[in-house]
Nanobody
Framework: QVQLVESGGGLAQAGGSLRLSCAAS????????MGWFRQAPGKEREFVGF????????NYADSVKGRFTISRDNAENTVYLQMNSLKPEDTAVYYC????????????????WGQGTQVTVSS
């Protein structure tokens, strides 16, 4: 079973940047495609973006396209979410997740989840 641990969350001002990391317990992270999701209070879990096993393919929700970038370092068993031009509506708990699907923006397709990290963006 893959254990995922997110870090890097915190408080940022609107227009600022944060970089989230997702570290995996196994050296087989490269066998999983990785997604980032977020959930704000009172709202459903929302797809943010996805990176393929090799890192060559990414896909993003329209709400973050052009502002967020997902990358991965399989040698370090880590996936990153670089968030720029942050907006107050980006405030949420952010989760990384692993899937054996090549590509999915549906949270039920993901098998392993981290505990989440809080991101708060002030206006």
């Amino acid at each position: 079973q893959v254990q995922l641990v997110e870090s890097g969350g915190g408080l940022a001002q609107a227009g600022g940047s944060l970089r989230l990391s997702c570290a995996a317990s196994e050296r087989t992270l490269s066998t999983y495609s990785m997604g980032w999701f977020r959930q704000a209070p009172g709202k459903e879990r929302e797809f943010v973006g996805f990176v393929s096993r090799s890192g060559s393919y990414t896909n993003y929700a329209d709400s973050v396209k052009g502002r967020f970038t997902i990358s991965r370092d399989n040698a370090e068993n880590t996936v990153y979410l670089q968030m720029n031009s942050l907006k107050p509506e980006d405030t949420a708990v952010y989760y990384c997740a692993a899937t054996t699907y090549f590509s999915s923006n549906y949270y039920r397709d993901y098998h392993y989840w981290g505990q989440g990290t809080q991101v708060t963006v002030s206006s």
